[in-house]
């Protein structure tokens, strides 16, 4: 009751706030962001660490559909491990001369794969940075979907997660809710009848 | 480090019970009902944020299974029907029998007792159980085993002298309609009905619908200008039946048995065919500008906004449809503001619109492509098994209310699933005629799995008007000459859809409703 006391009594709340952040707010951020299939300690950078074939999906260059394009992504010995590699590649700067359907700054927080559904969880970026769209957003959304749907037949449908969330859409046209199957329907294929062979 | 940590546990933990208590924890919603074989039980459940909750012990208590927390590893197992199903506190992913299920929110401990999403039912307990257990969360009913608990959906109208009730039932269940003094009696052989009543102005026939407490049946009250009625059954596609009683004045000027209690009758020769408006055209169609408010859409180079050229076209063809064809023009947003997603189509929907037409501007990177497109609905298979599901089980969808999740939205995706076909032939006759007037891609008519068209319940079609990523076509999309432009061509595409649907219904339905054309406004 005295000023001091009641002073000491509001730094403990304070104190006990900020703790209570860093227990429900900060350490799940952190530990969010660690690894949930327990694979991937198995390769040490610098060596020459096996790797796979892989399509990655870019935007062609009128913009109109999606294109593979082959690159080498480094190998995972369970489904899980291999998709977080694949999307993780899908989401890095995309080579030189090719441009990502997927706005830049997305990245990859979680990633579970269950019953052949593989639930991707990415950050707000790929919301907040979109440009609109129905094309635009159905390109976004393919290059996730068909990344691990072509690569991994352990994954017939991926659901996306943002921040954690279910979402409703990106941008405000393709439905979220459910997991969604590969479409070939928004991807061309003639540039690369030379990759059938090598695949 | 460990022992500031062990404080630093301690005390947030008894902070964060009072916050969960004092904070976190919303007014309680109405408990849901459990329809068993053996009798009606309820559930509470709490409002924690927009995710309504129920307590794993009380669903212990009404299920045959059982929860355990991990001390050490802070899990819940829940034992259910020798399955495991693993909760982890921060995680709105759940494994179900080694199945990943997403919950709206993480499991949550509300004044020390484990609370999950009532999606829990549907998602963790509901899949595979035998007996079948449901969730219809609108209606606040879980209904266990074979339990018979048909939707109704009523709706009354008064054209002129006469008043008709019309209650659409699905799945079909026996049913009889008898007077009570100045009540009509509905009473379904069912476990329990699930009503869903129209608001509607008492016009003197009927003063109000509702359900009887604890029994199925619907209690119509009647009102001073009752004399008699008349109830026939119009057996319907689609698992629907539609019951139809129409009230009549007392005497003169009819020559309608009084009063007689009766059975279900065959279908009276004057009642309308189950799609009585469709005879008369287009009744009321809906155009969706999209986006607005918060949400911009794409944006051009120029600075010119999506959700401004959406709503320029979509006021212009407002005002084109009402001249030309008279129909009722509804718009989800006639100024800039956000519209959630869920209303667009069930303004559509509640207002049994014959018709969906969403506007929306394209965007794509590099910024060349240019022209129109036109849309449909892409079912998953997801959805198309939710289709075949449904259909076996001969429900179908409400007209009324929103698309939530679960149940809901299998019959909701049913809905628009159900107008692929017609979708497709509007989409083509719309590609048609923008052709006429305005640039279209080369990919004119694509299909999609895009939001708003999932819940409407009629033909429904999505436009881009062009790409506001390419400048000379953000300019010309700007223009309100454009404007006028693209209005006036799928104005033509309704006249000419309109058409089509008015030949298709004198094909079908010969005999003229009662009530279409006295109806309109």
């Known amino acids: 009751m005295t000023p001091q006391r009641a002073a000491g009594i509001a ?116 919301t907040t940075g979109h440009t609109g769209g129905s094309l635009a957003e159905i390109l976004t959304v393919y290059s996730l979907v068909n990344v691990l749907t072509e690569n991994l037949p352990a994954v017939t449908s991926v659901q996306i997660l943002i921040d954690g969330k279910e979402a409703d859409t990106l941008a405000g046209h393709v439905d979220l809710r459910r997991p969604l199957e590969r479409s070939p329907d928004w991807v061309d294929q003639p540039a690369a009848a030379a990759d059938e062979t090598t695949g | 480090m460990t022992p500031r940590r062990s404080i630093g546990v301690a005390l947030p933990a008894a902070l964060a019970a009072l916050v969960s208590m004092a904070i976190a924890q919303g007014p309680p919603a109405a408990p849901l009902r459990l329809l068993t074989p053996e009798g009606t039980r309820t559930l509470p459940t709490v409002q924690v944020g927009d995710v309504e909750m129920v307590a794993l012990d009380d669903l212990a208590a009404v299920f045959p299974m059982t929860a355990k927390e991990d001390p ?64 219809r969360k609108p209606s606040r009913l879980v209904i266990v085993g074979d339990l018979v608990v048909p939707r109704l959906i009523v709706r009354h109208e008064a054209p002129g002298t006469q008043g008709r009730l019309t209650i659409d ?47 199925p049946e619907l209690i119509v009250e009647l009102g001073p200008r009752f004399g008699s009625f008349r109830a026939s059954v119009l057996p319907s596609d689609g698992g629907i039946e539609r019951i139809v009683i129409d009230v009549f004045p007392p005497v003169e000027t009819t020559d309608a048995a009084p009063g007689t209690p009766s059975a279900p009758a065959p279908a009276a020769p004057d009642a309308p065919p189950f799609a009585s408006g469709a005879v008369a055209g287009l009744r009321a169609i809906v155009i969706d500008p999209g986006h607005g408010g918060d949400e911009s859409g794409a944006r051009g180079a120029g600075g010119t906004l999506e959700k401004d050229v959406t709503l320029a076209v979509a006021r212009r063809l407002k005002g084109a449809i009402e001249s030309r064809l008279g129909s009722r023009v509804l718009l989800t947003r006639n100024d800039d503001r956000t519209v959630p997603m869920d209303e667009r189509a069930a303004l559509a929907n509640n207002n049994k619109a014959d018709l969906f037409i969403s506007l929306h501007a394209n965007a794509s990177a590099g910024g060349v492509l240019s022209g129109a497109e036109v849309f449909y609905l892409r079912l998953e298979q997801q959805g198309e098994e939710a289709r075949r599901i449904a259909e076996a089980e001969r429900v179908s969808m409400p007209v009324f209310g929103g698309g939530t999740r679960d149940i809901d939205i299998m019959l909701w995706e049913m809905a628009q699933a159900r107008y692929i076909e017609q979708s497709s032939r509007l989409a083509a006759i719309v590609e048609q005629e923008l052709r006429r007037v305005v640039p279209m891609s080369r990919r004119p008519i694509q299909q999609g799995p895009l939001r708003v068209l999932v819940g409407a319940n009629m033909p429904a079609v999505l436009v881009e008007l062009g790409y506001l990523s390419n400048p000379a076509q953000e300019e010309l999309l700007g223009s309100s000459e454009f404007a006028g432009r693209a209005a006036q061509a799928l104005l033509a595409a309704i006249v000419r859809f309109d058409a089509t649907v008015r030949a298709n219904a004198r094909a079908a339905a010969p005999p003229a409703p009662l009530t279409a054309e006295t109806a309109r406004p």
């Open chain 1, 11 to 126: 730094g403990i709340v304070l104190v006990g706030a900020a703790l209570v952040w860093v227990l429900f707010v900060g350490l799940p951020r952190w530990t969010a962001s660690t690894p949930a299939d327990p694979a991937p300690a198995a390769d040490a950078p610098g060596q020459a660490s096996p790797k796979i074939h892989a399509r990655l999906f870019y935007v062609t260059p009128s913009g109109s559909r999606l294109m593979p394009v082959e690159r080498e992504v480094d190998f995972a010995d369970t489904p899980g491990a291999q998709a977080r590699r694949l999307v993780e590649a899908q989401l890095a700067p995309p080579p030189e001369g090719v441009v990502s359907a997927i706005p830049e700054g997305t990245k990859l927080r979680n990633l579970y794969v269950s019953g052949g559904i593989a639930y991707v969880d990415v950050t707000g970026e790929i």
């Open chain 2, 169 to 215: 039932v699905s799945p079909p269940a026996p049913h009889t309609v008898v007077q009570q003094g100045d009540r009509l009696i509905v009473r379904f052989q069912a476990a329990a009905i699930d009503p869903t009543i129209a608001p509607f102005t008492a016009r003197g026939f009927v003063r109000t619908v509702r359900p009887a407490p604890g029994a």
């Open chain 2, 72 to 135: 050490i590893t802070k899990a819940i197992t829940v034992d259910w029907r020798g399955q495991s199903i693993m909760l982890t506190p921060d995680q709105s992913l759940a494994s179900a029998g080694g199945r990943l299920i997403s919950l709206p929110a993480a499991p949550r401990r509300i004044r020390d007792r484990w609370h999950v999403p009532v999606e829990f039912i549907a998602r963790a307990l509901a899949p595979g159980a035998s007996p079948r257990i449901e969730l």
